[in-house]
């Protein structure tokens, strides 16, 4: 990995984090974030250098890339949980929005008087297509159909950037990323709000039938993909990355119970699922058709159930990171509007 300079947005977050402890050995990292660095020794590591900054204070932000001269910025940088943009679509809008047009910007005027140009790479979802049915994948030329105040702000992003790519030729490509999960992932998420469930032995809330069916990956897995596609893909493109692991909210949950059984059974918890009234808009099923990506190299992802392991165990081994994190996960959000 030959080293190069990195500004990450959203560098506190889940994704994000990983992303760094990926690249960080060998390479300078800028990290920019509304929260504190809570995963990091920043005293300890030479190569990261943390801002505590809003990413729609664009001239803050072209400062910082006029300074430190990366060669990519990648933006994790977003609101990113459903429940939360039905009750308050606004914040959704200036941070996934407002926050993209800043960073663009900032870019955009670095770039004209600099030779060496930020690429921007764009950290986006597979919600922007929405609702598909059983048996298809969305391809990365298909119409955008986002259901939820959260996918259409990303949408809306990536519709942004890719009128700036025609309008300026600006140096870009948009990634559009299924389900993560592993380390460092906010409680608010599924996976580990079972895992944390489990751990309190409280019940599991699972929306509606549990039915809905998304495409898992595990984060370490994304994060080599995320660096490939920087280097490899070319710009001015949107790429899927999904991993062909489809399941259910269901299946997965029901899949972490017997884990626990097996690989825990130490931690004597009697959680059971407790199906809920469902969300307001709740998509039913997303998959990605990958493709494109893979024409340009191998994506490689690990074993399902061995990365779940792993999570757990990360989760019951790190209760003071949660502590620190001080999220109020057992409250469900989305259920009234």
């Known amino acids: ?18 992303m760094i402890n990926f690249l ?34 664009q001239e803050r932000i072209y400062k910082l890339i006029k300074k430190f001269k990366p060669n990519f910025l990648i933006n994790f940088a977003a609101e990113s949980h459903v429940d939360k943009s039905i009750d308050n679509p606004k914040k959704f809008l200036i941070s996934n929005v407002n926050g993209v047009l800043s960073l663009l910007t900032a870019v955009k005027k670095y770039n004209k008087f ?101 495409e898992w990956m595990f984060v370490n897995d994304t994060c080599k993909i995320i660096y490939n596609a920087m280097l490899k893909c070319k710009n001015g493109q949107t790429y899927n990355i999904g991993s062909a692991i489809n399941k259910s909210n269901l299946e997965i949950t029901n899949l972490i119970l017997k884990i626990f059984k097996k690989k825990f059974s130490f ?27 893979k024409r340009i190299f191998r994506l490689k992802n690990s074993n399902l159930e061995k990365n779940l392991i ?16 001080n999220n109020k996960y057992e409250k469900r959000i989305g259920l009234n509007i």
């Open 267 to 293: 931690i004597k918890s009697r959680s059971k699922i407790k199906f809920v009234k469902d969300r307001p808009g709740h998509d039913k099923r997303y998959s990605l058709n990958s493709n494109k990506i």
């Open 1 to 18: 990995m030959q080293s190069k300079k990195f500004l990450i947005t959203g560098g506190s977050g889940f994704i994000g984090t990983n």
């Open 114 to 214: 600099n030779q060496n140009k930020v690429k921007f790479i764009q950290i986006s979802t597979d919600e922007v297509y929405g609702d598909i049915k059983k048996g298809i994948t969305s391809k990365e030329n298909d119409t955008l159909s986002p259901s939820s105040p959260y996918s259409a702000s990303k949408a809306s992003a990536d519709l942004l950037i890719n009128a700036f790519i025609r309008t300026y030729n600006f140096p870009a490509i948009i990634l559009r990323l299924c389900n993560n999960y592993g380390f460092y992932q906010n409680p608010e998420k599924l996976i580990p709000r079972i895992i944390l469930k489990i751990l309190n032995n409280k019940n599991i809330p699972i929306y509606g039938n549990g039915i809905n069916e998304r």
């Open 24 to 57: 960080s050995k060998k390479n300078k990292i800028i990290i920019v974030d509304i929260a504190n660095p809570i995963n990091f020794n920043l005293k300890k590591s030479k190569n990261l250098r943390f801002f505590l900054l809003n990413i729609c204070k």
């Open 310 to 325: 792993k999570t757990c165990q990360w989760y019951i081994d790190n209760t003071k990171w949660l502590k620190k994190l």
